[in-house]
């Protein structure tokens, strides 16, 4: 039903930034939940920020609050995660999440890989 593709990850240096985008092809992008996730080798994926279906309500891990702000444009049907202050412990690979009880959606995103050097 939708599909999910991220691009924006890199290498970067500590302190830089980064924005991570995750387009969706899907009809009913505006009635999904979306939210952001991260998985660093040999660890479970943890959840890093998620924002409502009209983006006026969002919520953050306590790790990344006043660093990383995630937005929506539903017209271009995507979500955006704004990375400030990057640390090495960032460094993870980075999925996109889409969510509707509604319509029964729950998919991920291929994951983009954001390397954080010292």
């Known amino acids: 039903q939708v599909q999910l593709a991220e691009s924006g990850g890199g290498l970067v240096q500590t302190g830089d930034s980064l924005r991570l985008s995750c387009a969706a092809s899907?009809?009913?992008?505006?009635?999904?939940?979306m939210s952001w996730f991260r998985q660093a080798p040999g660890k479970e994926r943890d959840f890093v920020a998620a924002?409502?279906?009209?983006?006026?309500?969002?919520h953050y891990a306590d790790s990344v609050k006043g660093r990383f702000t995630i937005s929506r444009d539903n017209a271009k049907n995507t979500v955006y995660l704004q990375m400030n202050s990057l640390k090495p412990d960032d460094t993870a690979v980075y999925f996109c999440?889409?969510?509707?009880?509604?319509?029964?959606?729950?998919?991920w995103g291929q994951g983009t890989q954001v390397s954080v050097s010292s």
């Open positions: 924002i409502s279906v009209s983006g006026s309500n969002t």
């Open positions: 899907a009809r009913s992008f505006s009635s999904y939940a």
């Open positions: 999440h889409a969510q509707s009880v509604l319509h029964r959606i729950d998919v």
